[in-house]
């Protein structure tokens, strides 16, 4: 099966410029998480969806990110207006839902490597 | 709240030897599941292997396997007979266990451990 699809795969924008991020996740998946991985540490969780409901956003930066999954499906991340701290990875993953419950693998896309310049 | 600790930024060992990656974490969860993921150098990343906190078995996937301690908060990943492929950065992660068919939860990840398989 097709795995999770990102892109762009790499940007760089000047500060106080926007940009988006596009994520298709693995057919059927009910789950859509936006994560960012600054160099050097984990991926922190910015966002989760389940189907085109937000689960978890708190640690999302209001201010100037914005995340939506319209239909359920495919999702897009934007950041309005960038700062230099937004350098990173974009990770989108995606994981499905099972009858027996939430299924615990998550299944990671490329992720979109961000340079604020 | 709960955290996730890799001590170990950087690692390395020889092709075919046996290295250990420490894991150490903090909850006052009793149900939650335990993972170790492999991000190799401009790829996805991918689940190694997998702990559910209520089996005392450690988890076993060819030539990984994990020491879980339960009581220590504590889950190291072994790689067997390590190969050149091996290297990568290695995320330990927490996931408190979800509840009924739509749960909701989130993985708490380590700062990861650089693995370096050298030939």
């Known amino acids: 099966e097709a795995g999770v699809a990102q892109s762009p795969r790499y940007k760089i924008i000047e500060k106080r410029q926007s940009v988006a991020f596009w994520c298709n996740p693995i057919?059927?998946?009910?789950?859509l998480y936006w994560y960012q991985q600054i160099l050097g540490q984990g991926p922190k969780l910015l966002i989760q969806f389940q189907n085109n409901g937000v689960v978890d956003d708190s640690q999302l930066p209001k201010d100037r990110f914005s995340a939506e999954r319209l239909k359920g499906v495919d999702s897009t991340l934007k950041i309005q207006p960038a700062k230099l701290e937004d350098s990173a990875v974009y990770l989108c993953?995606?994981?499905?839902?099972?009858?027996?419950?939430?299924?615990?693998?998550?299944?990671f896309g490329q992720g979109t490597r961000l340079t604020v310049v | 709240a709960q955290t996730v600790t890799q001590s170990q930024p950087e690692m390395s060992v020889q092709e075919a030897e046996t290295v250990t990656l420490s894991c150490t974490y903090d909850t006052s969860e009793s149900n939650y599941y335990l993972f170790w993921y492999k991000q190799p150098p401009s790829r996805q990343m991918i689940l190694v292997i997998r702990q559910e906190a209520y089996k005392q078995q450690n988890a076993t996937e060819n030539r990984f396997s994990v020491n879980f301690q339960k009581a220590a908060k504590s889950f190291s990943l072994k790689i067997s007979d390590s190969q050149l492929g091996d290297t990568a950065m290695y995320f330990c992660?927490?996931?408190?266990?979800?509840?009924?068919?739509?749960?909701?939860?989130?993985?708490?990840f380590g700062t990861g451990t650089r693995l370096k398989v050298l030939a």
């Open positions: 057919s059927g998946h009910a789950t």
């Open positions: 992660a927490f996931m408190k266990r979800p509840f009924g068919t739509s749960g909701t939860y989130k993985y708490i």
């Open positions: 993953a995606s994981s499905p839902i099972t009858r027996r419950g939430a299924d615990t693998e998550v299944f």
